[in-house]
């Protein structure tokens, strides 16, 4: 029997409970801004959801999931809130459009994977000792691998008066909402759930109003053709438009899948006016891009998602993924996230994009331990977490990465090093770069340097000095980029950070991929460290010490010349040279 719609959404966010004013103007468009999993996340064949729309008028209206229209009676709601029912046999995770009077909304994904967790209220949350807002009654605890993870949450739920609400199946992992009253009741918990046989960890959330945007402090330089002419952006372009499309001996390409850990998306920029509606896939070799409405052009998710999917010359941005339509295969951009619940609902999302054929998962994100210290050894105040929140995150993580290599061998992670003049690969400073796996990418960023000397010159591009350094850094890439605007030919603020050389990288190991499926994580690393310009002074594999911006350049990865000119150099990413390469791959015996 169905429960009442209000009911079902008692467990969203209070923010998305907010109903907006009932008498919308008729030319307002239809705007998805929320949808999440609301009801009993438990449930994985009668599935709910919630969603908070703008735009829509009194009457009719209609709901098409891949295209196909949803039955009347799984769809309830008014005003801004609405609510749908699905039974998941013999559907699919896929695009969710409304549609009234002909009016169509923005395109959102909607995945009908297993995990889910909540967020906190802002009553459910506290300031603990370290001035950290944490989550005073919800937790999840990751089961050793021998349980059945199911059972035994429900177990420890009984056994501490607690409820389970949200789940990661596979990472084996469970969201309890406990009767802590207050955090020094929650730890009392939180120590005695640690000490169980079947607990591997304990995961707490310190997260308020998770922010996704990472803070970089330094002055930013004007954004124009010289940041992304550093990593050869147009030409790459060119190249794969150019190699691509030949009629006699051009290279076949295939579709990819991308997702993006990031809110929402601003549908009423020029940038991406042209994706609204589920006709995309009509086409197929057009970019599509999924994601929630955002309210302002130059948030983090609209920028990110701009780098790679932003329409050409129109406002602001120009995608590196679209610029490949009419000869790619027809890109996938799904922008998702789970709730707002923190570290937590990012690795929950992007397991349920992974289950729906994700290949390449851009993580614009990271923290950092209190306590971490910059390379001058100042302390680090930017998205810190306490110790024990860190231990947690980092045990989950771990899972998430384990299971990658034993279910998904070939999804890639590109996780931005971040801002804080830190050490990306220490572990007790930085999550989840400091991992060292072949399916996570590590990308810092630099800007155009004041010297006039050719692209190729590796004093082209500086660092940038908020970026975090060291081994465990991959490749650098443009820092600066153009925000998105609301009006057409207008240029918007210049944003920098990691955040966003993060999905030059993405975008371009998706294009990789594109020519070349076959290619596995480690080979799609060769290939970007052999294709890589250089940046910065030569430091003769010296142990790692605050100039070092990435892994030095190694003779095998210049045809094993000891005495090549780019050995012991930083590598900058040169995505032409990175797509020749991959090309040239496909006629290599594997």
């Avoid at 999302?349 to 001058?376: F, P």
Wanted: charged share 25%; with cysteine.
């Amino acid at each position: 029997m169905k429960r009442p719609f209000l009911s079902l959404c008692k467990s969203l966010p209070a923010f998305l409970l907010a109903a907006l004013p009932l008498g919308v103007s008729a030319a307002e468009p239809i705007r998805i801004q929320q949808l999440q999993r609301c009801g009993d996340l438990l449930e994985t064949q009668e599935q709910t959801f919630c969603l908070r729309v703008k735009g829509l008028q009194s009457g009719d209206w209609q709901a098409r999931l891949n295209g196909e229209p949803l039955s009347p009676e799984r769809l309830s709601g008014k005003g801004q809130m609405l609510q749908l029912q699905l039974d998941t046999k013999g559907k699919q995770s896929g695009p969710l459009v409304l549609e009234q009077q002909g009016q169509q909304s923005n395109p959102v994904w909607l995945s009908l994977g297993s995990s889910h967790v909540v967020a906190a209220n802002d009553d459910e949350v506290a300031k603990n000792m370290d001035g950290l807002t944490s989550y005073v009654d919800l937790i999840s605890v990751v089961i050793e691998e021998n349980y059945d993870g199911a059972k035994e949450a429900k177990r420890l739920a009984e056994k501490y008066g607690a409820k389970v609400v949200g789940m990661i199946p596979p990472l084996n992992t469970y969201q309890l909402r406990l009767a802590a009253k207050n955090l020094d009741e929650r730890d009392a918990t939180v120590l005695r759930l640690g000490g169980e046989v079947s607990v591997d960890a304990v995961v707490i959330e310190e997260s308020g109003a998770e922010k996704s945007i990472e803070d970089d402090p330094d002055k930013a330089p004007p954004a124009d053709n010289e940041e992304w002419a550093s990593n050869r952006f147009l030409d790459a372009v060119n190249f794969y438009q150019r190699r691509l499309q030949r009629e006699n001996g051009g290279v076949k390409t295939h579709p990819v899948r991308i997702g993006v850990i990031e809110r929402d998306v601003d549908f009423d920029t020029p940038d991406f006016a042209d994706y609204i509606g589920d006709d995309c896939r009509t086409n197929s070799k057009r970019l599509c891009l999924y994601a929630r409405d955002a309210d302002k052009p130059s948030a983090h998710g609209t920028t990110v998602s701009g780098i790679l999917a932003a329409a050409w010359d129109k406002s602001g941005n120009s995608g590196f993924l679209r610029g490949l339509d009419n000869v790619g295969p027809g890109f996938d951009v799904i922008v998702a996230r789970d709730s707002d619940a923190g570290i937590t609902a990012n690795v929950a999302a992007s397991v349920n994009l992974v289950e729906d054929g994700v290949r390449v998962l851009n993580w614009s994100w990271g923290i950092h331990r209190i306590g971490a210290i910059d390379v001058n050894g100042d302390p680090i105040d930017s998205l810190v977490r306490s110790g024990i929140a860190m231990s947690g995150y980092e045990e989950l993580l771990e899972e998430f990465f384990l299971w990658l290599r034993e279910e998904h061998p070939n999804v890639v992670v590109v996780n931005s090093a971040g801002n804080g003049s830190s050490f990306s690969g220490r572990d007790e400073y930085r999550l989840p770069s400091s991992f060292v796996t072949d399916q996570l990418f590590v990308v810092g960023g630099h800007q155009r340097s004041e010297k006039d000397v050719p692209v190729e010159d590796a004093q082209y591009a500086t660092k940038r000095k908020a970026s975090n350094i060291d081994m465990r850094v991959d490749i650098t890439a443009a820092a600066c980029v153009h925000t998105s605007t609301a009006k057409p030919d207008e240029k918007g603020e210049v944003h920098c950070g990691t955040s966003y050389a993060t999905p030059l990288v993405a975008g371009l190991l998706a294009a990789m991929l594109s020519i070349n499926p076959e290619l596995e994580p480690d080979q799609l690393r060769m290939l970007l460290r052999r294709s890589a310009m250089t940046i910065g002074e030569e430091y003769d594999f010296e142990p790692t010490e605050g100039d070092d911006l990435t892994a030095p350049i190694l003779p095998s990865e210049r045809a094993n010349e000891l005495n090549n000119p780019d050995v012991g150099h930083s590598a900058r990413l040169d995505m032409y040279k990175a797509l020749d390469l991959t090309v040239q791959s496909l006629n290599r015996v594997r």
